[in-house]
């Protein structure tokens, strides 16, 4: 029985393999110098396209490609004494991306370390994934604070701790959930869990998708129906070439902010573009608002259209639809179990929206617009409540739908 819970790869011959140690550390290492060096290279790239070069040092422009690549890692910086503590989602998800490839391919590497079937069947734990994902978080991590104390100034004050924190998020969470699948011992774990689990975990994750997909729509649609406006404030800058590419993969970055901002506006608590402002299906009231691109795509101040209140059925409705297409794939004929999938998956995916939206604001500049975003306990809040309930209808109506194929095949 035990050697049918043995992962892919498990083997007697794991000790003639390369060290686990020197595996996760280099992966570890690799994965945070791969994002830090292509900061740094377009840094540079940008430094010598805005002037060519003549101002400054190319020691400066690398100082600021990582600094860059802290603030994708929370740090934060001061410019001028003013706290930016925004986090550029754009690029914490290319450093997500990058880490969960170098953990899963740790991962493949690893799965023939550990006990082997017959030690298993003697007691022996396997801490192959365990020790994997610390050493590969605590190789990331040293470089981390490497650059933090080779590019950061007084002036500048990036959080060391903040940096810490968020490495450790992304290789555990994002690494060590690449390593646990790459090496196989996620598929065996998951095989202890109840299908109700599996089934609600998998519906939460169903939904969420859905959702970001409807919010990233809801913020093209309200960029395009005034890119005018935007491709006016590009023209006022009167940017060369140099400074211009960088303030588009600048605007780039904070795109995946955007699009969370879009998707609070849709569950209703709407988010704030400065102290004492709000952008809501109820209401807008905004002031004046900084030259960029993005802020083409809010509404106008005032009552909003009296249809607009009518998108707060669109998270639901993605509760519904992620909730049936999550167990048509994993099918049920129980209708208590059906509902309970739905409810908690629905649930989790509030929850998991609501985490989203309380690192996706922060400071951006200086008096008002040191509030910008979403107040992240409404939106979870809002979330849990709208996709619970969409969830719960959604895994009623699957269970249904399969009940009635079922009736179906038997009566052919």
């Known amino acids: 029985m035990t050697a049918t819970l043995t992962p892919p790869g498990l083997s007697s011959t794991s000790a003639s393999r390369r060290p686990l140690t020197l595996l996760a550390g280099l992966a570890g290492f690799s ?107 605590a190789s990331y991590v040293i470089v981390a604070v490497v650059t933090v104390v080779l590019s950061g100034t007084s002036q500048t004050a990036p959080s060391t701790n903040a940096v810490v924190l968020w490495s450790l998020a992304l290789t555990v969470l994002i690494g060590g959930t690449g390593v646990a699948i790459g090496s196989g011992r996620a598929a065996v774990w998951l095989s202890l869990a109840p299908q109700a689990v599996r089934g609600s975990l998998h519906a939460a994750g169903t939904i969420l998708a859905a959702f970001v997909a409807i919010s990233t729509v809801t913020f093209l649609v309200a960029l395009a129906l005034d890119l005018g406006a935007a491709m006016n404030v590009m023209s006022q800058l009167h940017l060369d070439t140099g400074d211009g590419i960088m303030f588009v993969l600048l605007t780039l970055v904070v795109v995946p902010n955007a699009v969370i901002f879009s998707g609070c506006y849709l569950l209703g608590p709407g988010f704030m573009v400065g102290t004492h402002t709000l952008v809501s299906p109820s209401v807008v009231a905004i002031g004046a608002v900084p030259m960029f691109p993005l802020l083409a795509a809010l509404p106008d101040s005032g009552p909003t259209p009296a249809w607009v209140p009518a998108l707060l059925a669109l998270p639901v409705l993605c509760g519904v639809v992620g909730a049936f297409l999550s167990q048509r794939r994993n099918p049920t004929v129980a209708w208590d179990e059906g509902a309970l999938r739905g409810l908690v998956g629905g649930a989790l995916a509030g929850i998991g929206f609501g985490l989203l939206a309380a690192v996706s604001g922060g400071a951006v500049g200086p008096g008002r617009m040191r509030e910008v975003g979403p107040q992240a306990g409404e939106v979870l809040w809002h979330g849990i409540v709208s996709f619970g309930m969409g969830g719960l209808v959604g895994g009623l109506i699957a269970t249904w739908w399969i009940r009635r194929s079922m009736l179906v095949e038997d009566d052919d």
Not at 66 to 73: E, N, V
Not at 77 to 84: E, F, K, N, Y
Not at 119 to 124: E, H, K, N, R, Y
Request: charged share 10%.
């Open 31 to 137: 994965a945070a110098v791969t994002t830090l060096a292509g900061c740094l290279a377009i840094a540079l790239v940008g430094w010598f396209l805005a002037d060519g070069g003549i101002h400054g040092a190319p020691r400066e422009a690398l100082r600021t490609g990582g600094l860059a690549w802290l603030t994708g890692h929370g740090s934060g910086l001061h410019v001028h004494g003013v706290p930016i503590t925004a986090l550029p989602l754009g690029l914490t998800l290319v450093c997500a991306v990058v880490v969960w490839r170098f953990g899963l391919r740790l991962g493949e590497q690893v799965a023939g370390h550990g006990p082997d079937a017959e030690a298993l069947s003697d007691g022996d734990r396997d801490w192959t994934v365990p020790a994997a994902v610390g050493i590969f978080s």
